[in-house]
């Protein structure tokens, strides 16, 4: 049991950091909603303790990107159902396309994700259930030359988050809490 809002902020940050790099860590992918009453899973892609920076990948194309621009308002919810735990963050987020940031990103992610940047934008109506993507690309890897104009549909969303609302589920009484992630200043509430 946490007794005290520090550790709390120190148990978020390790969930964090293991949601960023174990692929089968509940914390692996939120939910990121957005100020027009969406939201969508996202894989977390990098965590930064120091500014609270959760980094994910996305298509420079998707209603999101439109819509989180270079300071939106950003919510991402963690669940994880065995922890009996939701973190409910709230923070700002903005958009990197063509900075040594998404350049990185982009390096280092598999010529199979890349993939992805490849086809039509996400939401692009389709006559036919479709993946979006080139036919030629179906099931196949392709090279690094042929990804080369998927590059510029890739983007990288930075969230710098502000504020954690943690709720632990327990038999013995739920508790709940408030955080300012930079200070670490906080309040308990009833749950
Ligand atoms: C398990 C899962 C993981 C996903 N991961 C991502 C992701 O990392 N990045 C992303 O842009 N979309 C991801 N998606 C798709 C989004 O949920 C969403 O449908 C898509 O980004 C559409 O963009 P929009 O929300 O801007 O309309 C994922 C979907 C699922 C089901």
Redesign the pocket.
Known sequence: MLESLAEIRDDMAQRLQEGATNRKSALH?PVVATTDA?A????LRAFDRVGWRLR????AR???CAMIGDGAPVGVLFYDREAKLQIRCRGRGWIERDTPLADAAWQESTNFARRCYLGEG??AVSDSPTSGLPPQFEGVEPTDAELEPARENFAALLVELETADWFSLAHTGHRRAQIDLASGEGQWLAP
């Open positions: 992918s969406d969508r899973v996202m894989v994910f990948h996305t298509d998707s209603p999101k996400p939401g």
